[in-house]
T-cell receptor, first 110, second 115 residues
Framework: KQEVTQIPAALSVPEGENLVLNCSFTDSAIYNLQWFRQDPGKGLTSLLLIQSSQREQTSGRLNASLDKSSGRSTLYIAASQPGDSATYLCAVITGNQFYFGTGTSLTVIP | GAGVSQSPSNKVTEKGKDVELRCDPISGHTALYWYRQSLGQGLEFLIYFQGNSAPDKSGLPSDRFSAERTGGSVSTLTIQRTQQEDSAVYLC?????????????FGPGTRLTVL
């Protein structure tokens, strides 16, 4: 069974810093990988989706990379802002199943 | 209001009772997904529908869980003989289609508490 791990579980940074969130998975036979953010008491918002044939995707200050062979993905957030504070989840799609990591709780301090 | 809606927003029930959770996807979205988010256990994928069909039901936690979708729109998740471990937030999402790119749009969730 696919297992997805996210490190660190929590991260606190001052505003303006660049940061990296990590996601690792055990089965490299993934269909694609998706990064989400979840704000307290709310649903999830899709951030970036990387297809299995791609190496990275960018959207604004966000950049996600994928290395299937090593079972890793990173989400890079440039010039962090207090509004980036949320829980970030990665999910891999294997077959007809989604597997989520437990998330990284990010706090950006003004 | 063109987003995904779920009802009820909160449900408190007694152990052993059946509950039905409803999801209204974004109009025109053919794919619909159910997830469960339990405290301390992260987000768990339950099932997805392409149209009215669910290709893989193996993500459902037990045979007490069932889901259906009719008319390619509304979906219901039914939990029979609820147990305390069923307490969680149940999230629904929809996407335009399930293909290589499928941006999912999430509803606000239903918080289920089983006493």
């Amino acid at each position: 069974k696919q297992e997805v791990t996210q490190i660190p579980a929590a991260l606190s940074v001052p505003e303006g810093e660049n940061l990296v969130l990590n996601c690792s998975f055990t089965d490299s036979a993934i269909y694609n990988l998706q990064w989400f953010r979840q704000d307290p008491g709310k649903g999830l918002t899709s951030l970036l989706l990387i297809q299995s044939s791609q190496r990275e995707q960018t959207s604004g200050r966000l950049n996600a990379s994928l290395d299937k062979s090593s079972g890793r993905s990173t989400l890079y957030i440039a010039a962090s802002q207090p509004g980036d504070s949320a829980t970030y989840l990665c999910a891999v799609i294997t077959g007809n199943q989604f597997y989520f990591g437990t998330g990284t709780s990010l706090t950006v301090i003004p | 209001g063109a987003g995904v809606s779920q009802s009820p927003s909160n449900k408190v029930t007694e152990k052993g009772k059946d509950v039905e959770l409803r999801c209204d996807p974004i109009s025109g979205h053919t794919a619909l997904y159910w997830y469960r988010q339990s405290l301390g256990q992260g987000l768990e994928f339950l099932i997805y529908f392409q149209g009215n069909s669910a290709p893989d039901k193996s993500g459902l936690p037990s045979d007490r869980f069932s889901a259906e979708r009719t008319g390619g729109s509304v979906s219901t998740l039914t939990i029979q003989r609820t147990q305390q471990e069923d307490s969680a937030v149940y999230l629904c999402a929809s996407s335009l289609y399930r293909s290589l790119y499928n941006e999912q749009f999430f509803g606000p969730g239903t918080r289920l508490t089983v006493l």
